[in-house]
């Protein structure tokens, strides 16, 4: 199994996962030409892109969508009914031509076997996603108001890791921003702040957890350091300094991390 980032944070989303030669997206907020040259600086072919999954239909999840299935029509789409309905009625992607799934339940797309799981965010039934492939199971947790321990014990069955770290609270207070903005994103259906990440992570990791990538940063209401520094003071208390930690960027690709991880000698 191999991860990789193309682009994380408010102005675009896009995240892939694959098995040999095949990839799945989740979500698809980048422009087709920006994801392309992202998708070839990290070694994909968009072409071998099975599947596309979505969290929700925000845009910066799914503004890219309507031109990559123009030019990639081979990827299938994965939403739950709701997340469907309204990512067609945003894009203009005719609503049949998703691939409707269950929250809580299992489906395949090539190599890859997938369930969604509910995660609290103002929209819709969102999601977050567990894949499994070659014997490994990736998790992925975005947009996620509210730290719940039903997010946590999916967090336990990772080997590689995708969790929002979104903001320091400190800095949305004083932050120059209305505060009816302010109250959506610290609410319980807004985002996850770097503590509440690094609670999760406290809490359910996993011995197995080998590589966790901090996502959705907030750029002006958080830092890397800052989600750095929290996350890295929750896996020392768990004697972790052995997971890989990766802080996830909004205009640059990530880095491709593979399972298994090669041994030192």
Same mark, same amino acid.
């Given at each position: 199994m191999k991860t990789v980032s193309l682009a994380s944070g408010s102005k675009g989303n896009a995240y892939l996962?694959?098995?040999? !030669? !095949?990839?799945?997206?989740?979500?698809?907020?980048?422009?087709?030409?920006t994801l392309v040259c992202r998708a070839a600086q990290v070694g994909v072919d968009p072409a071998r892109i099975r599947a596309v999954l979505f969290?929700? !239909?925000?845009?910066?999840?799914?503004?890219?969508?309507?031109?990559?299935?123009?030019?990639?029509p081979q990827a299938e789409l994965f939403a739950?009914?709701?997340?469907?309905?309204?990512?067609?009625?945003?894009t203009g992607v005719a609503r049949a031509d998703f691939m409707i799934f269950t929250n809580g339940q299992s489906f395949t797309t090539g190599p890859f076997a997938v369930t969604a799981f509910s995660v609290p965010h103002d929209v819709p039934d969102p999601v977050g996603y567990l894949v499994t492939a070659d014997g490994f199971t990736y998790f992925h947790a975005t947009d996620c108001g509210t730290p719940l321990d039903s997010v946590g014990a999916r967090l336990g069955a990772a080997d590689a890791a995708t969790l929002e770290s979104n903001y320091d609270p400190v800095l949305v207070r004083g932050a120059n921003r209305p505060e009816h903005v302010k109250r959506?994103?610290?609410?319980?259906?807004?985002?996850?702040?770097?503590? !509440?990440?690094a609670e999760l992570v406290r809490r359910f990791a996993s011995p197995k957890l080998k590589h966790l990538a901090l996502a959705h940063l907030s750029g002006q209401c958080n830092a890397p350091h800052l989600a750095e520094g929290a996350m890295r003071a929750a896996l020392a208390e768990l004697g972790r300094g052995d997971v890989d930690l990766e802080i996830l960027a909004q205009d640059a690709p990530g880095r491709v991390f593979s399972l298994p991880v090669a041994e030192s000698h």
């Open positions: 996962v694959g098995s040999g !030669d !095949d990839w799945l997206m989740i979500d698809c907020g980048l422009g087709c030409r969290t929700h !239909d925000h845009d910066d999840h799914v503004g890219g969508l309507a031109t990559f299935h123009r030019h990639f739950n009914d709701m997340t469907a309905e309204a990512i067609a009625a945003a959506r994103v610290l609410g319980p259906r807004g985002h996850l702040a770097n503590a !509440d990440a």
